[in-house]
């Protein structure tokens, strides 16, 4: 664990503030923070402390950093809601044994909730940024990443091979696609598109990861939790055709399987949290503008005071980005993928001093370093999935973050 930390400043003061508008808008370009959805959240910048941390005790050792932070500083919290007075963001790797987690706590913070805004400041007070809609690139450029289609395709097809020898029930495969641009990127640019086109979505940034992800790992109120479980995907069409393929994924069996695994993997992680755990029998359809999911919420009570965080440990990886059984598949999806997925599928979000929260899935999502652009999309096989329909599935994941690229 490699840990730097500036000194913590004497005051963290939350204030109410006039509607700032949008509040993508007021980032600033390096560096952005952001969890948003239909408006509301979180933005923030600067980095008043950090902690990039790796192994198997992740989030127990962000657990007692962020602890340890808030014990020394002097809150004046003016607003009282989640999100007001201290909070840390955080995105978590996939893999723990293999990949760095990556929490921040910022210097300014700008929230938005049920119509109420606020202004959280480290120390001293600040002006918010200017309105800022920066330009998309002018050319952006392709090429493959760890494996060709080709290459992934077979290793799709192996992967149903040893489900099939009874080796493990499912597996989630990623491939990740290479982007160029000239000139390099804003970050803002992209992450203004995707919460204008995905408002459903939660469209996030830490660390140079950004994306607008639909699943919901855990979100946390009080007592109350909540989980959205996303498996089983479908692209979308036009009019009759959209209907068609929304109703041959509520009658696929190898969509219905891939969704069972992953309630059941969300279910089986919260049910000794939550001894009232609702989780619906049966999926709805979540529609978004480039595919279409299954999805359940699970919702429940705590039945102890148990931070986010403890939460997002216990229920990283699901079944939903990992596979069943979990072990078997943490070890079948380097061999099969031949990339480190980094923090790409890790839990990302944040959390505030009384243990509230929101944690996603980085889903939908891209590595942005200047003008290299790293995307990724991953599929659920199963013993029924056939290589070249999940290479049309992950062809249009891709597409959320190759429109916004191209400002499409």
């Not at 948003?36 to 902690?51: K, Q």
């Not at 049910?271 to 755990?277: A, E, I, R, T, V």
């Not at 599935?393 to 690229?405: G, M, N, P, Q």
Request: glycine share 8%; proline share 6%.
């Amino acid at each position: 664990m490699s840990l730097a930390v500036s000194a913590p400043p004497v005051t963290v003061r939350s204030v109410a503030v006039a509607d700032p508008g949008d509040l993508l808008t007021r980032l600033p370009r390096e560096q952005p923070l952001a969890w948003v959805r239909n408006g509301d959240g979180l933005v923030a910048w600067g980095e008043l402390a950090r902690l990039d941390v790796g192994g198997p005790h992740v989030f127990a050792d962000a657990a007692s950093w962020w602890a340890e932070q808030c014990s020394s500083m002097v809150v004046d919290d003016q607003v009282a809601l989640p999100g007001s007075g201290p909070v840390c963001f955080g995105s978590a790797a996939f893999d723990r044994r293999t990949a760095q987690s990556v929490f921040v706590i910022p210097r300014v913070i700008l929230g938005r909730r049920d119509g109420h805004c606020w202004l959280t400041t480290f120390g001293s007070d600040r002006e918010l940024p200017p309105v800022v809609r920066p330009a998309g690139p002018d050319t952006v450029a392709y090429a493959d990443g760890a494996l060709s289609q080709a290459r992934w395709c077979a290793a799709v097809a192996t992967a149903v091979q040893r489900i099939k020898a009874g080796e493990l029930d499912k597996v989630v495969l990623a491939r990740d696609l290479l982007a160029r641009t000239q000139p390099a990127v804003d970050p803002r640019f992209l992450l203004q598109r995707l919460a204008r086109r995905y408002p459903d979505c939660w469209a996030f940034a830490v660390d140079g990861l950004l994306g607008a992800t639909p699943e919901l790992l855990v979100s946390r109120r009080g007592r109350r939790i909540t989980s959205r479980v996303l498996a089983g995907t479908v692209r979308r069409g036009r009019d009759a055709e959209d209907e068609r393929l929304i109703a041959e994924l509520l009658d696929s069996r190898k969509d219905q399987e891939e969704h069972r695994y992953a309630v059941r993997s969300v279910a089986d992680a919260l049910s000794p949290y939550c001894p009232d755990l609702h989780t619906p029998e049966t999926p709805e359809v979540l529609r978004l503008a480039t595919v279409a999911h299954l999805a359940t919420v699970v919702t429940g009570t705590l039945a102890a005071d148990t931070a986010v965080l403890r939460l997002v440990e216990a229920l990283h990886p699901t079944a939903a980005v990992c596979g069943t059984p979990t072990d078997l598949a943490l070890d079948v999806i380097p061999e099969l993928e031949r990339m480190d997925r980094g923090r790409y599928a890790g839990p990302v979000g944040w959390m505030d001093a009384e243990g509230d929260g929101d944690w996603g899935i980085a889903l939908r999502s891209a590595e942005v370093d200047g003008e290299r652009v790293r995307l990724f999309a991953g599929c659920g096989i199963v013993a029924g999935s056939d290589p070249e329909a999940e290479l049309a599935e992950s062809h249009a994941k891709l597409v959320t973050i190759r429109d916004a690229l191209e400002g499409l």
